[in-house]
């Protein structure tokens, strides 16, 4: 009897040890990814997510130069707020990926969307792991790219803070590039800890902190995206998705949320 209550003890001791061993790795990476002191590394992971020839092909001309407008993005976002890094971002592309990523679940049940959680991350780790000689990045971005031409719409792309890694649905098309580059840096900044600022049901930016200008007078239309709004609003019923990253701004709550101001 003694023995029983004794292994149960040491079961529980381990499992909170191994609670509190992740509690203090995520705090960690938390504030390692947002004291904004040394260059963010941000490895760019490619995933063909339809197994089109259109997606092979596009990927086949990435390289990390391809995603120069997101770092520039930052970079001149940050001195807004008073931050003079050269380079608070540094995008690294790394091999393409032929696995998956686990997908998430469709009813957002506690449980479900846990261990979904935990899966993901696992399998972030081992792709990550697949190449032992790369930098070891701070954010990891799983991007599936889509033939445009057969897929009209993408599932909803995310990005975890727990982790610091994200999973983007983007278009194979030198065209749509800018669009795809509002993704991903809108879910990177959700790694980062930034909140959605639009309404989940009609995907309309939230005044006053989904818009760029939520002073303007008068208020519509802006002609630029905040950053975690996602969209320009047009009038108090329409919006539209920014070409790319030129007619996107971090505004002062997004900001604040990723330590960029500092109470």
Same mark, same amino acid.
């Given at each position: ?25 995520? %705090? ?73 990523? /686990?997908?998430? /679940? ?19 780790? +081992?792709?990550? +792991? ?5 930098? +070891? ?6 991007? +599936? ?68 200008? /939520? ?5 519509? /239309? ?37 330590? %960029?101001?500092?109470?």
């Amino acid at each position: 009897m003694a023995q029983g209550n004794f292994i149960k003890r040491l079961r529980q001791g381990l499992l909170l040890y191994i609670l509190f061993m992740v509690a203090l790795g995520t %705090w960690a990476a938390r504030e390692r990814s947002t004291d904004w002191d040394n260059t963010l590394r941000v490895a760019v992971f490619p995933i063909n997510g339809d197994g089109s020839e259109t997606a092979h092909n596009y990927i086949a001309t990435l390289d990390a130069s391809a995603y120069a407008s997101i770092e520039q993005f930052f970079t001149k976002q940050i001195r807004v707020y008073g931050h003079m890094l050269d380079t608070p971002v540094r995008i690294y592309m790394r091999g393409v990926l032929d696995e998956q990523p /686990p997908t998430p /679940p469709t009813h957002q049940a506690a449980l479900k969307v846990m261990y979904w959680s935990l899966k993901m991350r696992f399998w972030a780790w +081992r792709m990550n +792991r697949r190449d032992e000689r790369a930098i +070891r990045p701070d954010i990891k971005i799983f991007v +599936r790219y889509f033939d445009p031409l057969n897929n009209a719409r993408l599932a909803h792309s995310l990005g975890l803070q727990k982790g610091l890694l994200g999973v983007v649905n983007a278009y194979a098309s030198r065209r749509l590039r800018g669009r795809n580059h509002v993704v991903i840096a809108h879910e990177m900044m959700h790694t980062l800890g930034a909140t959605d600022k639009y309404d989940a049901q009609t995907t309309l930016p939230l005044h006053p902190h989904g818009y760029a200008a /939520p002073a303007a007078t008068p208020l519509h /239309p802006q002609t630029r995206a905040e950053i975690m709004g996602g969209r320009i609003p047009l009038s108090a019923t329409e919006a539209q998705i920014p070409s790319s990253l030129k007619y996107v701004v971090v505004g002062e709550a997004t900001a604040q949320e990723i330590r %960029w101001i500092r109470d």
